[in-house]
């Protein structure tokens, strides 16, 4: 019986000696992201001084004097990602109140699979759409010099990242108590005071996440924005012209690029300065979502 | 010789099986148990009562170390179990909780068939298989009163049984890796009248071969089922004593408040 | 009307009118795609190799390449990924629960890591660093890296939904954390683990920004034999067609058509992963 006892605990302690192992694997790979870049990133100010690189205006690569100027992706970037937000916050915060308080039952069992479906769609299909009917569309309405620009790049961007929105927010406004609503009603609240005033105050911390997520998965989306936006690196602000995102940038040169050149190092510095952008907005996130999880519980 | 006999049956009374000593017990920053003190008999039924969020369920669960499975719990003082500190560090909780098995507040048994959820145990320990696990499993159920009722559905899902009968398996599945002391946490607030009378008995039946602890709400169990009687409140023992003399002649207000009914 | 009456009316109006919407615009996406695909699909589109410039013939070495990208990340990604749910899951309170809090921490740290990063650090660790050049193993190691965090937060949720009663009863009965985890645990869990992998895999399935960096190939004779070889996938196949082919608008049919099969693959899996779960369901639900 004894024998046997040790045999199991030394057992016990192969399995759980594995799963630590395993379960390093997330801190090791993050650190290993971040190694990499800095690795292959930094080399580039060795002829890139940083003042070009973060103040520069021009992103020119293929001329004589290359130009490598983050600015014009930067507000590529900006521009895109803010024109997507403007649009999908309000729509998802909207439609995730519809399917949190207003929808019946039934209809919130089809909608929500398929916006979780609809989360699901690659990238790519959403680029190509953009690319061929939705670009025609903001053409034709707006009148714009260049057929694909940072608008057609926002549109499709805000198609892309509402469902992330709506089913994080639509949990969030879900899992408020039915009883701060029975007490909003008890005091002669209407429906629509109910939920502004109680159940989406309640919620809020979850909506915040909802959207922090969502502009996180913006500003690192790649394919969408590079077959929507026409990749011309501009320094713009505005809506209807041609611009380039880091993403697009970095997918597009990186294939004609000589390994180890100042262009080459120059892509992975933008992927650095991209990484600590998303982890930014998604470290802002993960310390909201734990404060919030620690008040509720 | 009735003398001698006496003796003997005053002996047995005063064996102690679990003596906790100053136990205190934190959840984060709360203090949910004070400086504990209590001489758990041998072969005796001991019932812990007290109104709700008084830590009774806490002290239970501390006598199998339960509580480690809780985050930031942390506890201070000592718990002998055959005079050895269970809360010590070098201390086996597997082999302990072997020891010590438990009963849950609500019925937990496995989504598995009658016979799987017995014979967990034994086979997880490897103590037995084929017929003698048979065996095992019948005498289990049978020492908690649930064989008459089961032995023909063996292989039926143990979800297809009542609360009581679902109890009395948990009970059953307890039994089978042969403890030496049952805990049992409000084993009946779950149920209804008929099926805690059952239990109640099997209480008093079990106390032969193990020795039983069962933490309760209920006075009138407590006094029902029970040799002993601590009465907690506020993570402090209030009194600990013979049933017989806490229902009928406490010592402290609070007990007496508390058995009459005026609080709790 | 009374002003609260109206500021209600118009409330749930601007409410009712997103949620149509998103759904209109996701509903009119997806026609769109099958309207313009499903004539150019068949089995010969299916089966067939890209000929004539890739402005005819099929995409089956796209479909093949996708498949294998999916097995190896599969084989990759999900040892590490279950292992790390589990642990995060069902070790608490352990002596390492202090590393199980920052692990986890990076792991949601990682799910909001852009692809074109995962992409970036493929090429520099796999195809250049390790030297296993632009291959099916540099794009499949650096997918599996993308899709681990999201196996272990979804197959985490599985786990969570498991009850604790039944962690406590195996406890209580003398079991170890193994023991608990191996037979009142996963059993319960496994299907919800199976469909969180699916989902990822999907997710896998449809990406396109990492292997464009690390091996994904515009057109190849052959179809890769080792995992040391380039490959054509899917989703690349459509970007390539629709941005770099010299005249995108006369393989636009065939554009389309892959679209389909991308989107039909996609989310036939995740229809599989649906189903797997409702079978499980319903088999636990005959125990019961």
Redesign the interface.
């Known amino acids: 019986m004894n024998r046997?006892?040790k045999h199991?605990?030394a057992?016990?302690r192969i399995?759980?000696g594995?799963?630590?192992v395993?379960?390093?694997?997330?801190?090791l790979?993050?650190a290993?992201?971040f190694i990499?870049?800095f690795?292959?990133g930094v080399p580039a100010f060795r002829d890139i001084s940083p003042h070009e690189f973060f103040l520069g205006t021009v992103w020119q690569v293929q001329a004589v004097e290359p130009a490598y100027g983050i600015l014009p992706l930067l507000s590529g970037s900006t521009l895109v990602t803010t024109g997507a937000m403007v649009i999908a916050v309000?729509?998802?915060l909207?439609?995730s109140?519809?399917?949190a308080e207003?929808?019946r039952p039934a209809l919130r069992e089809i909608?929500k699979?398929?916006?979780e479906?609809?989360a699901?769609?690659?990238?790519?299909?959403y680029?190509?759409?953009a690319?061929?009917?939705l670009a025609d569309i903001t053409y034709e309405l707006t009148g714009a010099v260049h057929r694909l620009n940072a608008l057609n790049g926002a549109l499709i961007l805000a198609?892309m990242v509402?469902p992330t929105i709506?089913s994080i927010s639509e949990d969030a406004i879900g899992s408020v108590p039915r009883e701060y609503r029975e007490a909003a009603y008890a005091l002669g609240a209407?429906?629509?005071?109910t939920?502004?005033k109680v159940v989406f105050p309640a919620a809020l911390s979850g909506i915040m996440v909802s959207i922090m997520?969502g502009l996180?998965?913006a500003?690192?989306?790649?394919?969408a924005v590079?077959?929507a936006t026409g990749n011309a690196p501009l320094l713009t602000f505005d809506i209807l012209s041609s611009v380039q995102t880091m993403?697009a940038v970095?997918?597009i040169e990186?294939?004609e690029v000589t390994?180890g050149s100042t262009h080459f190092h120059a892509?992975?510095a933008v992927?650095l300065v991209?990484?600590l952008i998303?982890?930014v907005?998604?470290?802002t996130?993960?310390i909201v979502l734990q404060r919030f999880r620690s008040v509720r519980y | 010789m009735s003398s001698r006999l006496k003796e003997g049956k005053e002996n047995l009374v005063e064996r102690t099986k679990i003596q906790v000593k100053d136990l205190s017990v934190w959840f984060g920053s709360t203090q949910v148990l004070r400086g504990v003190n209590l001489d758990i008999k041998e072969n005796r039924v001991t019932a812990i009562m007290g109104p709700s969020g008084c830590g009774k369920s806490t002290l239970i669960r501390t006598l199998n170390r339960m509580n480690d499975i809780i985050a930031n719990c942390r506890t201070d003082g000592a718990v002998l179990l055959n005079g050895r500190n269970i809360l010590d560090s070098t201390i086996?909780v597997v082999?302990l909780r072997r020891k010590v098995g438990m009963v849950f507040q609500k019925p937990n048994p496995f989504p598995k068939s009658i016979y799987d959820n017995v014979a967990f145990g034994p086979k997880i320990h490897?103590m037995a298989r084929g017929r003698e696990l048979d065996e095992l499993v019948e005498r289990s159920l049978r020492d908690a009163a649930l064989w008459d009722e089961v032995k023909d559905r063996l292989k039926m899902s143990a979800l297809s049984l009542s609360g009581g009968q679902q109890q009395r398996l948990c009970i059953a599945r307890a039994l089978a890796v042969e403890p030496e002391v049952i805990l049992m946490d409000e084993p009946c607030s779950a149920l209804d009248p008929a099926a805690t009378a059952k239990i109640e008995s099997l209480m008093v039946s079990l106390k032969k071969n193990y020795t039983v602890v069962v933490v309760t709400h209920n006075m009138q169990q407590a006094a029902r089922v029970s040799d002993f009687t601590a009465f907690l409140y506020l993570g402090e023992v209030i009194e600990y004593n013979d049933t017989k003399v806490v229902f009928n002649n406490p010592s402290n207000r609070l007990t007496e408040d508390f058995i009459t009914g005026r609080f709790g | 009307m009374t002003n609260?009456?109206l500021?209600?009316k118009i409330?749930?109006t601007?409410?009712?009118?997103?949620?149509l919407?998103?759904?209109a615009?996701?509903c009119l996406?997806i026609l769109?795609?099958v309207v313009n695909g499903y004539k150019i699909v068949s089995w010969s589109f299916i089966l067939d190799s890209p000929r004539r410039g890739m402005t005819a013939g099929g995409i089956f070495p796209a479909i093949y390449g996708t498949v294998c990208l999916i097995v190896l990340t599969l084989a990759f990604a999900l040892?590490?990924g279950l292992?790390?749910a589990?642990?995060?899951s069902e070790?608490f309170g352990?002596k390492?629960s202090s590393?199980?809090i920052?692990?986890?921490?990076?792991?949601?740290?990682?799910?909001?890591?852009?692809?074109?990063?995962?992409?970036?650090?493929g090429?520099?660790?796999f195809v250049?660093l390790t030297g296993f050049g632009f291959s099916l193993l540099s794009s499949s190691l650096t997918l599996s890296?993308l899709t681990?965090?999201v196996i272990?937060a979804a197959s985490e949720e599985a786990l969570h939904s498991v009850p604790l009663a039944y962690r406590e009863a195996a406890l209580a009965l003398g079991a170890?954390?193994?023991q608990t985890v191996r037979h009142a645990v996963l059993p319960y869990a496994i299907p919800g683990m199976i469909t969180a992998s699916i989902?990822a895999l999907?997710?896998a399935?449809?990406?396109?920004?990492p292997i464009?960096?690390t091996g994904a190939a515009y057109f190849l004779p052959r179809l890769p034999t080792s995992i040391f070889d380039q490959f054509m996938a899917l989703?690349?196949h459509?970007?390539t067609l629709?941005?770099q082919s010299v005249n995108p608008a006369i393989t636009?049919p065939i554009?389309y058509g892959t679209?389909l099969v991308?989107?039909s693959l996609?989310?036939g899996m995740?229809l599989v992963a649906?189903m797997i779960r409702a079978y499980y369901r319903k088999r636990v639900r005959a125990l019961l």
């Open positions: 046997r006892h199991s605990r057992i016990e399995i759980e594995s799963l630590v395993c379960s390093l694997a997330s801190i790979i993050l290993v992201i990499f870049l690795y292959e309000p729509l998802s909207l439609c109140v519809y399917m207003v929808a909608t699979p398929f916006i479906l609809l699901g769609i690659p990238s790519v299909v680029g190509f759409v690319l061929t009917v198609v509402s709506i209407d429906r629509w005071q939920t502004s997520l996180g998965r500003i690192g989306e790649t394919m590079l077959m993403t970095i997918a990186m294939g390994f892509l992975f992927g991209l990484l998303t982890s907005v998604n470290v996130a993960e | 086996d082999e490897g | 609260r009456e500021k209600a409330a749930f601007a409410i009712r009118a997103s949620a919407i998103v759904v615009v996701a996406l769109h795609i040892p590490i292992a790390s589990i642990y995060f070790y352990s390492w590393l199980v920052i692990t986890r921490a990076a792991s949601n740290i990682l799910a909001g890591v852009p692809s074109i990063v995962y992409g970036l650090l090429l520099g660790l250049l890296f681990l965090p272990i170890t954390r193994w989902l999907s997710r399935a449809g990406e396109t920004a464009l960096l989703p690349f459509i970007f629709s941005t636009r554009q679209v991308l989107i996609v989310l995740n649906i």
